[in-house]
């Protein structure tokens, strides 16, 4: 697996997942729009780890910056 995300874009996924685990927790959001949110957060803090995410591949996205030759 080639990284295809960049640090950026995990922030932002990272954060995201953040703050709607924080609104699930605070019962801001609940019901099964929090369950399936809580279950998308979880897949950005995975896939921010990894620093690959399965759709960007088909497309052929990456906002990794470019390595010099």
């Given at each position: 697996?080639?990284?295809?995300?960049?640090?950026?874009?995990?922030?932002?996924?990272?954060?995201?997942?953040?703050?709607v685990?924080?609104?699930?927790?605070?019962?801001?959001?609940?019901?099964?729009?929090?369950?399936?949110?809580?279950?998308?957060?979880?897949?950005?803090?995975?896939?921010?780890?990894?620093?690959?995410?399965?759709?960007?591949?088909?497309?052929?996205?990456?906002t990794?910056?470019?390595?010099?030759?």
């Open positions: 697996m080639k990284k295809n995300m960049g640090n950026t874009d995990r922030i932002i996924r990272v954060l995201i997942a953040l703050i685990a924080t609104l699930y927790f605070t019962g801001v959001i609940s019901g099964v729009l929090g369950i399936v949110l809580i279950i998308l957060s979880a897949i950005f803090v995975l896939t921010s780890i990894v620093s690959f995410c399965p759709i960007y591949a088909p497309f052929g996205i990456k990794c910056a470019l390595k010099k030759k």
